[in-house]
């Protein structure tokens, strides 16, 4: 019986997350992700240049509906997001992902120099490339994002998430 292989016109896009300190940041590594031309394992329809990469979430307030045993996993680093990213580390993550919900107004909502501060600390703590997405509420995420990309200017983070409303700035 003859295989099927579905050959797909595109590619997508490839991207670098992090900045060693050859190129100005303080990463440990970089991560290439993305620039293969078929569907994620389907290594016999196409090339996947670039293996997965696993990231791993840390929020900067702690959860509070998470279950108890998933709790225990991390201890008492959950009310501190640079203890967090670096108690991931251990876990064998290749990037972290700083989820900054404390911004949204419905919760704590932060100021930008609060945010900045967390991923100053956080940035302190680890040296694996990080993900930096906002609380989610465009207004708020759209009134930080500059705060952000200071607080992390030449490490090329990953910044998520760009809607519609918010890309621009």
């Known amino acids: 019986?003859?295989?099927?292989?579905?050959?797909?016109?595109?590619?997508?896009?490839?991207?670098?997350?992090?900045?060693t300190k050859e190129e100005g940041g303080s990463r440990s590594k970089k991560i290439k992700i993305g620039g293969s031309n078929t569907l994620p394992f389907l290594f016999f329809e196409g090339a996947i240049p670039n293996p997965p990469a696993i990231a791993m979430?840390?929020?900067?307030?702690?959860?509070t509906d998470w279950p108890?045993?998933?709790k225990s996993?991390?201890?008492?680093?959950?009310?501190?997001?640079?203890?967090?990213?670096?108690?991931?580390?251990?876990?064998?993550c290749d990037l972290?992902?700083?989820?900054?919900?404390?911004?949204?107004?419905?919760l704590k909502n932060s100021s930008a120099d609060?945010?900045?501060k967390t991923i100053k600390n956080v940035l302190s703590a680890t040296t694996l490339p990080l993900i930096i997405v906002g609380c989610g509420n465009n207004e708020k995420d759209?009134?930080?994002?500059?705060?952000i990309t200071d607080a992390a200017k030449g490490e090329n983070c990953l910044l998520g998430v760009a809607t519609k409303e918010n890309y621009k700035t």
């Open 142 to 147: 759209s009134s930080i994002i500059m705060s």
């Open 1 to 19: 019986m003859e295989q099927v292989i579905e050959k797909w016109p595109g590619r997508t896009y490839e991207l670098t997350i992090g900045a």
């Open 73 to 92: 996993e991390y201890g008492d680093v959950l009310t501190d997001p640079a203890k967090w990213a670096k108690k991931v580390e251990e876990f064998g």
């Open 68 to 70: 108890d045993v998933l």
């Open 57 to 63: 979430e840390v929020w900067d307030v702690e959860p």
């Open 114 to 116: 609060e945010i900045t």
């Open 96 to 106: 972290i992902c700083l989820r900054l919900k404390s911004a949204d107004p419905d």
